[in-house]
């Protein structure tokens, strides 16, 4: 077993004791700050009030204050650049399809002005000047939209299949678009006045690119794209020069570039890299000259970087396994941190928590795996549970996860893999289990089971799995392929049928899914053999099924007809159904009955021990 054995920066293991629970949620997790223009404020959200909403903190105070968005969780925000306003993307009910509202810093004039009826609202920015929102609405199709957050008016730019709003130049002349499935994503320049579109970049035939945004005199375009190397780099188009290839600006043939947050001041980008496994590492570019200084990291893992307008000031997310969620504070000029909450840290938490490890394995096919093994105290080998995360694009990283140190506490091990179709490893990785590689996605599932057996940490016959979203549908897949390899399950939120997961989903997620799953029409047999309802009668061992009731990303009768057939066949099986949240479960309260009801069933399935945990 090769096991990278470097200390995490963040976390600190828990002391040697006997039986201990799990470590106490902490009083909310803070993320997704977004910092007034003059860098004096900054709002975020926190659960610490038992759904995400928006909190608003002077950098200097002790105490924040909340702001009232109504009863439904908050997903992300944004400061105007003129200081007038907070937008809010707001998930009804929890569930996917999200609206857009606007209110001023101190929580008056709250009203909606996108994501009516049945679209679904997302926010791309700010107009430099004012306050005029860049927004896409979707629903059977993208809708690029401007709205004034003072007077509520709308001006559409542009509809298409698949169109998403990342730009709008200042004189509002020309908009940058991403079009195209997941993947396999492209930009394109849209002439506002004559409706001509163009593609940014010639078709390489491979990658994809996500993010962009115009250079600060509007003859640039900076992107992050795959599509000219196997790990995502950040570059540059200039606009000028359309025949010239883009220009190279930022990227390490280490890691990959997961976000680069632009200053408004086109003077820098804070750029946030993906290392091998899924740590984080910050850098930031000066466009000007081209150097590049990086800045310690304060966690495991950071996201939602954003400058304030100003760009004296840089806000961004950080959290590690024994580390929650929390906003911190950089200075751009001399890379100095400090958290935003003055309680940040391990006295949040306590001394509890277990640090994971980074485990290399191969694939039944010869394939390069890894994951992060969490391990009780005392020697192996334990029951073991392996958690496969949702996605598939996404990546099981070292992050805050009280679901893992909870089984933990119970003697359960938890191994929790990157198999192919996971971001943060390149290209070709991300891309290996689309269509019929997705066999080869269930068979590393197996792969990782023989292996844990192999290597002394599992105990054979109290191996289970775990997931959620795609995840879900990996626990749902391995159980009836490889039947015997596992004595029980939990899926929250899987796919159990590719054809009524087509039929029920979203409009907007099933066109883009085609280029992960498949085309339910073209490649209809493939989708049925993938599908775990096709095979179901194989299924033998006690499943609990976990969805939320307004999931309309997977429909909540995914989980429903897989019960109803366990049922039928006399399997033992659990089926809870979380009232008020969706595909995401954004209430701490559907968060720990998920986390509650998945513990209490694999230690039970499992027969785990419960002592000596550290």
Same mark, same amino acid.
């Given at each position: 077993?090769?096991?990278?054995?470097?200390?995490?920066?963040?976390?600190?293991?828990?002391?040697?004791?006997?039986?201990?629970?799990?470590?106490?949620?902490?009083?909310?997790?803070?993320?997704?700050?977004?910092?007034?223009?003059?860098?004096?404020?900054?709002?975020?959200?926190?659960?610490?009030?038992?759904?995400?909403?928006?909190?608003?903190?002077?950098?200097?105070?002790?105490?924040?204050?909340?702001?009232?968005?109504?009863?439904?969780?908050?997903?992300?925000?944004?400061?105007?650049?003129?200081?007038?306003?907070?937008?809010?993307?707001?998930?009804?009910?929890?569930?996917?399809?999200?609206?857009?509202?606007?209110?001023?810093?101190?929580?008056?004039?709250?009203?909606?002005?996108?994501?009516?009826?049945?679209?679904?609202?997302?926010?791309?920015?700010?107009?430099?000047?004012?306050?005029?929102?860049?927004?896409?609405?979707?629903?059977?199709?993208?809708?690029?939209? /401007?709205? $004034?957050?003072? #007077? +509520?008016? &709308? @001006?559409? *730019?542009?509809?298409?299949?698949?169109?998403?709003?990342? !730009?709008?130049?200042?004189?509002?002349?020309?908009?940058?678009?991403?079009?195209?499935?997941?993947?396999?994503?492209?930009?394109? /320049?849209? $002439?506002?006045? #004559? +409706?001509? &579109? @163009?593609? *940014?970049?010639?078709?390489?035939?491979?990658?994809?690119? !996500?993010?962009?945004?115009?250079?600060?005199?509007?003859?640039?375009?900076?992107?992050?794209?795959?599509?000219?190397?196997?790990?995502?780099?950040?570059?540059?188009?200039?606009?000028? @020069?359309?025949?010239?290839?883009?220009?190279?600006?930022?990227?390490?043939?280490?890691?990959?570039?997961?976000?680069?947050?632009?200053?408004?001041?086109?003077?820098?980008?804070?750029?946030?890299?993906?290392?091998?496994?899924?740590?984080?590492?910050?850098?930031?570019?000066?466009?000007?000259?081209?150097?590049?200084?990086?800045?310690?990291?304060?966690?495991?893992?950071?996201?939602?970087?954003?400058?304030?307008?100003?760009?004296?000031?840089?806000?961004?997310?950080?959290?590690?396994?024994?580390?929650?969620?929390?906003?911190?504070?950089?200075?751009?000029?001399?890379?100095?941190?400090?958290?935003?909450?003055?309680?940040?840290?391990?006295?949040?938490?306590?001394?509890?928590?277990?640090?994971?490890?980074?485990?290399?394995?191969?694939?039944?096919?010869?394939?390069?795996?890894?994951?992060?093994?969490?391990?009780?105290?005392?020697?192996?080998?334990?029951?073991?549970?392996?958690?496969?995360?949702?996605?598939?694009?996404?990546?099981?990283?070292?992050?805050?996860?009280?679901?893992?140190?909870?089984?933990?506490?119970?003697?359960?091990?938890?191994?929790?893999?990157?198999?192919?179709?996971?971001?943060?490893?390149?290209?070709?990785?991300?891309?290996?289990?689309?269509?019929?590689?997705?066999?080869?996605?269930?068979?590393?599932?197996?792969?990782?089971?023989?292996?844990?057996?192999?290597?002394?940490?599992?105990?054979?016959?109290?191996?289970?799995?775990?997931?959620?979203?795609?995840?879900?549908?990996?626990?749902?897949?391995?159980?009836?392929?490889?039947?015997?390899?596992?004595?029980?399950?939990?899926?929250?939120?899987?796919?159990?049928?590719?054809?009524?997961?087509?039929?029920?989903?979203?409009?907007?997620?099933?066109?883009?899914?085609?280029?992960?799953?498949?085309?339910?029409?073209?490649?209809?047999?493939?989708?049925?053999?993938?599908?775990?309802?096709t095979h179901l009668d194989r299924l033998d061992v006690p499943v609990m099924l976990i969805h939320g009731a307004n999931d309309t990303n997977v429909p909540a009768g995914e989980s429903a007809q897989v019960a109803q057939a366990l049922a039928a066949r006399d399997v033992p099986h659990g089926h809870l159904v979380l009232a008020g949240d969706g595909h995401d479960f954004l209430t701490r309260a559907n968060a720990e009955a998920a986390r509650t009801a998945t513990t209490t069933w694999l230690t039970r399935h499992l027969a785990a021990a419960t002592t000596t945990v550290g």
């Amino acid at each position: 077993m090769s096991v990278r054995t470097e200390v995490p920066r963040t976390t600190r293991r828990a002391r040697p004791v006997g039986h201990r629970p799990a470590p106490p949620l902490p009083p909310g997790e803070d993320h997704a700050p977004a910092p007034s223009p003059d860098g004096r404020q900054v709002a975020f959200l926190s659960d610490r009030a038992g759904t995400p909403g928006v909190w608003v903190r002077d950098v200097d105070a002790v105490e924040a204050v909340a702001l009232f968005t109504g009863d439904d969780p908050v997903l992300s925000l944004s400061w105007s650049p003129d200081g007038q306003w907070l937008a809010c993307v707001v998930a009804p009910g929890g569930a996917p399809r999200t609206e857009l509202w606007v209110l001023r810093p101190d929580g008056s004039r709250r009203r909606q002005v996108a994501g009516f009826d049945r679209r679904s609202a997302a926010l791309a920015g700010w107009l430099p000047e004012g306050a005029v929102l860049m927004v896409t609405e979707t629903d059977e199709r993208g809708r690029a939209v /401007l709205v $004034d957050a003072g #007077t +509520g008016h &709308r @001006r559409v *730019l542009a509809e298409g299949d698949l169109l998403t709003l990342l !730009d709008v130049t200042p004189d509002v002349g020309v908009a940058l678009l991403r079009r195209g499935p997941r993947n396999a994503r492209w930009l394109e /320049l849209l $002439d506002v006045a #004559t +409706g001509e &579109r @163009r593609r *940014l970049v010639p078709d390489t035939g491979q990658g994809s690119t !996500d993010q962009g945004w115009f250079g600060p005199d509007g003859t640039s375009v900076l992107a992050r794209t795959d599509a000219f190397s196997e790990l995502a780099a950040l570059v540059r188009v200039d606009l000028t @020069r359309p025949e010239q290839p883009p220009t190279r600006l930022a990227g390490r043939p280490d890691a990959e570039l997961e976000q680069a947050a632009p200053s408004a001041d086109g003077r820098r980008v804070a750029l946030l890299w993906n290392t091998y496994g899924g740590r984080s590492e910050m850098s930031l570019l000066d466009l000007a000259g081209g150097v590049q200084r990086a800045v310690v990291a304060p966690g495991e893992v950071l996201d939602d970087a954003v400058f304030a307008a100003g760009g004296d000031l840089l806000c961004l997310t950080a959290q590690g396994p024994v580390q929650p969620r929390e906003v911190w504070l950089v200075d751009p000029a001399s890379g100095a941190l400090r958290p935003l909450r003055p309680d940040t840290g391990v006295a949040r938490t306590g001394d509890g928590g277990v640090a994971p490890h980074l485990v290399d394995l191969r694939a039944r096919d010869g394939l390069p795996l890894s994951g992060w093994l969490y391990r009780p105290a005392g020697p192996g080998p334990w029951p073991t549970a392996i958690s496969l995360h949702g996605g598939p694009e996404a990546q099981e990283r070292p992050c805050y996860n009280p679901l893992f140190q909870a089984l933990v506490a119970q003697g359960i091990a938890v191994f929790a893999p990157n198999v192919r179709g996971s971001s943060g490893f390149g290209r070709s990785f991300v891309a290996a289990d689309n269509l019929a590689g997705r066999y080869g996605a269930i068979a590393d599932v197996a792969a990782c089971a023989d292996f844990l057996v192999d290597s002394g940490v599992a105990r054979p016959g109290q191996l289970g799995c775990l997931g959620r979203s795609y995840g879900g549908y990996l626990v749902l897949a391995v159980l009836v392929n490889f039947p015997g390899l596992f004595a029980a399950g939990v899926a929250e939120c899987g796919i159990s049928d590719f054809h009524t997961f087509y039929a029920g989903t979203e409009p907007w997620i099933a066109a883009a899914a085609v280029s992960k799953y498949g085309d339910p029409q073209r490649d209809a047999e493939l989708l049925r053999d993938l599908s775990p309802m096709t095979h179901l009668d194989r299924l033998d061992v006690p499943v609990m099924l976990i969805h939320g009731a307004n999931d309309t990303n997977v429909p909540a009768g995914e989980s429903a007809q897989v019960a109803q057939a366990l049922a039928a066949r006399d399997v033992p099986h659990g089926h809870l159904v979380l009232a008020g949240d969706g595909h995401d479960f954004l209430t701490r309260a559907n968060a720990e009955a998920a986390r509650t009801a998945t513990t209490t069933w694999l230690t039970r399935h499992l027969a785990a021990a419960t002592t000596t945990v550290g």
